[in-house]
């Protein structure tokens, strides 16, 4: 590979009908309201893991889920077969656009996905080891389920783009995962792609993440009511909603110089604990200049991570609140934890104080019950499930996944802003009871 293109502007119109292969993405015959993620939990790796179709013929093809990214990426060294794989030529507009794309002008290998000439080149990451490397850009099929659960009829983009990782990219990754599905913000990733290649009126998707490893979870893109089994509905009036903000600064393990971030980060502005208000060091949760602080949702941190200062507030406002449950020794990586058997139990959980999480202005809190806030471990110990993320970590607070696990939450990208449902076991529901279709 050769040369850096830097990304450019991208106008709002043109988010509808991209590039030329965007538009010959869209599906044929009528469009479906909404496309379905299937997403299950792995209990070795805390690793949401996503299933779809992709190639011709179309074979199951199982990544991670990620909230970052500039494009789904997968393993294109281990029989990556397909008859309708096409490159994406250097210097066209798709790769103009890429973030940080490069060129490969030639391959002296037999052709194959990962050997084509004049392909433009991406740096597909893993986002749960940070290792990156490069890859060529194609495009190919990718079809999704119309409902959920599945089965049922599959939606198809005849060219959806994505980048060729390598085998070895694949390490840390769930069992059977073979690449990573980005979620981001970025203009191919998976939201934006789906929008325009089933014509969805908005850019937005809902993700809810599945508890256990017994039953999926989901990401569904397009317009579709939240409908849980047995009948409930909650509906869109019903979330809270905070405004998504971007990081000036690229959180990317290679990105250009002017790149900003893809990530989702919000505007937290305090913590509570039981109510309380926890002492912070409030500059530390505003994203400076550099793109260091703030506070990011992220799908591959399985639980969230807390700039030392701002750990050591909010594990000593929690011990001061549960003085009176039995300790027992620390269980890594957490260092509060308790005899699981003399702590009481709620609909939402563990009866413990909650947490909050304060957004933009006093009137908007996030609140995390006990199901969220805390982990089972070994030998009956019940830890609270935030761990230090150490004294100068690039972001300070990365709200992981437990914590939102059986919570929905409303990405919409048009209006740039975040719904959250808080948890559904008060509705007595969860993420794997969404009804589809």
């Given amino acids: 590979m050769s040369r850096l293109h830097a990304s450019r502007p991208l106008l709002p119109l043109l988010f509808l009908c991209l590039l030329s292969s965007a538009c010959r993405a869209r599906a044929s015959g009528p469009s479906p309201s909404a496309v379905a993620l299937p997403l299950s939990k792995d209990d070795a790796t805390q690793q949401y893991v996503a299933e779809f179709r992709q190639r011709t ?30 490159r994406v030529p250097c210097g066209s507009k798709p790769c103009r656009l890429l973030r940080s794309a490069a060129c490969a002008t030639s391959c002296d290998g037999a052709p ?20 990156s490397t490069g890859g060529n850009v194609l495009t190919d099929a990718l079809a999704l389920p119309t409902t959920f659960p599945p089965p049922g009829p599959l939606a198809a983009a005849p060219a959806f783009l994505f980048t060729c990782g390598a085998t070895f990219l694949t390490r840390g990754l769930a069992a059977g995962a073979t690449g990573m599905a980005s979620l981001s913000r970025a203009r191919f990733a998976l939201p934006t792609q789906l929008a325009a290649a089933f014509r969805f009126p908005r850019r937005k998707f809902a993700l809810c993440l599945p508890s256990t490893s017994g039953a999926p979870g989901v990401a569904v893109f397009g317009d579709a009511p939240y409908t849980f089994q047995l009948g409930m509905v909650l509906p869109n009036t019903s979330l809270l909603y905070t405004p ?40 530390l949760l505003a994203i400076d200049r550099k793109g260091m602080g703030g506070t990011k949702i992220s799908a591959v941190a399985p639980y969230t991570v807390l700039e030392s200062s701002i750990y050591k507030a909010v594990t000593d406002a929690f011990a001061a609140e549960t003085a009176m449950i039995p300790r027992v020794a620390p269980v890594a990586p957490f260092t509060l934890c308790y005899d ?29 019950f006990g199901a969220n806030s805390m982990v089972e471990a070994k030998g009956g110990a019940l830890c609270l499930g935030v761990v230090d993320g150490g004294q ?8 992981g996944g437990h914590m939102i696990e059986d919570n929905l939450l409303e990405f919409d990208l048009e209006a740039s802003r975040l719904g959250f449902s808080s948890s559904l076991l008060f509705r007595q529901t969860t993420c794997s009871n969404f009804h589809l279709g």
């Fill in 57 to 86: 013929p179309l074979v199951p093809v199982k990544v991670v889920v990620g909230l970052s990214g500039a494009t789904l990426w997968v393993d294109c060294e281990a029989g990556y077969a397909s008859t309708t794989y096409r």
């Fill in 112 to 131: 194959s996905p990962s050997c084509v000439n004049d392909t433009c080149g991406g740096f597909p990451e893993n986002a749960v080891t940070r290792v």
């Fill in 244 to 283: 998504l903000l971007v990081n000036p600064v690229s959180t990317a393990g290679v990105s250009t110089r002017g790149d900003k971030s893809d990530e989702y980060f919000v505007g937290v502005t305090g913590i509570r604990v039981n109510g309380r208000a926890v002492s912070l060091n409030a500059t």
């Fill in 340 to 368: 699981e058997s003399k702590v009481g139990a709620t609909r939402a959980g563990a009866a413990v104080p909650t947490i909050e999480l304060v957004l933009g202005s006093e009137a908007t809190s996030w609140v995390v």
């Fill in 392 to 399: 100068t970590p690039r972001t300070s607070v990365v709200i």
